[in-house]
């Protein structure tokens, strides 16, 4: 009789092969040859698992104004009408307009207090590239940004504080993910109602009606003053329960983003000039 493997055992061979490239990287002289194949380990673990209409590169996100993000380690992008902007075709690196952007999330192999602002700074420049590309009294969402490191510095593994102070004001920050420690998630309504939807096992409608995630949002809300109100849900879960949270979030976050209706044209001639 065939066993029926549990999502649980999938996401644990998952980390497992992450844990095996980043030991298996440790070898490389340089950081860039540690890095990318953690970052190009962690870019095939989405690939295998987010739908096939969301596709994964690397790159930079641009706008129809000229504007340009640093290069980001993970974008995942709308692939069925982005034009193929392909900077190096062999590492697969390309300019990705932002109105096809899903997500962008920066990966740190170790995760210290620099390393964490170099990230951050490269997220709120995609922030501003979405905010500086919509027309007048356009609203759309930004695209989910996120952070995946490994494992924490040991700057942040003596003053745990710091860190929770950093997330704390990163307004822009909707995950942070650290494989053997846990997972930041943003404090927002959805993201609250998606966090209690997986770990009761339950649809997210079911987890909007549940009387724990409302006493949560409550709670979250009644301490409005800044000293008192985490802006960050915090979960100390490690290895296959992180992946878990952060598929989760990402898969219902992109495929509920309204996408903006746009002519590629556009970005043809601003990026030609």
């Not at 210290?112 to 501003?128: G, H, Y």
């Not at 979405?130 to 952070?147: A, M, S, V």
């Amino acid at each position: 009789m065939t066993t029926t493997p549990k999502l649980s055992q999938l996401f644990a061979a998952a980390s497992a092969r992450l844990w095996a490239e980043f030991t298996q990287s440790t070898a490389g002289q340089r950081p860039d040859e540690k890095g990318r194949p953690r970052e190009r380990a962690f870019r095939q673990f989405l690939e295998q698992w987010l739908p096939s209409d969301l596709s994964i590169t690397s790159g930079y996100v641009v706008n129809r104004r000229g504007d340009l993000s640093p290069q980001c380690d993970v974008i995942v992008f709308r692939p069925n009408r982005c034009p193929k902007f392909i900077v190096d075709p062999v590492d697969d690196i390309r300019l990705v307009p932002v109105d096809d952007v899903y997500a962008v999330l920066e990966v740190k192999s170790t995760l210290t207090s620099n390393e964490f602002d170099d990230a951050l700074r490269k997220l709120q420049r995609v922030q501003s590239v979405h905010d500086k590309n919509l027309r007048e009294n356009q609203i759309t969402n930004p695209p989910f940004l996120g952070i995946f490191a490994y494992r924490l510095g040991d700057d942040f593994r003596k003053e745990p504080f710091l860190l929770q102070d950093k997330v704390h004001h990163s307004s822009y920050l909707d995950v942070l993910a650290i494989l053997e420690s846990g997972t930041y998630v943003k404090d927002t309504g959805d993201h609250l109602y998606r966090i209690h939807a997986m770990r009761k096992g339950v649809s997210l409608d079911t987890a909007r009606e549940d009387k724990d995630a409302w006493h949560d949002s409550l709670n979250r809300f009644i301490h409005f003053e800044d000293s008192y109100y985490n802006k960050h849900m915090i979960d100390e879960v490690k290895n296959e329960d992180v992946l878990f949270l952060l598929y989760g979030l990402m898969l219902d976050s992109c495929l509920s983003r309204e996408m903006s209706d746009y002519n590629p044209f556009d970005y043809v001639s601003t990026w030609n000039a």
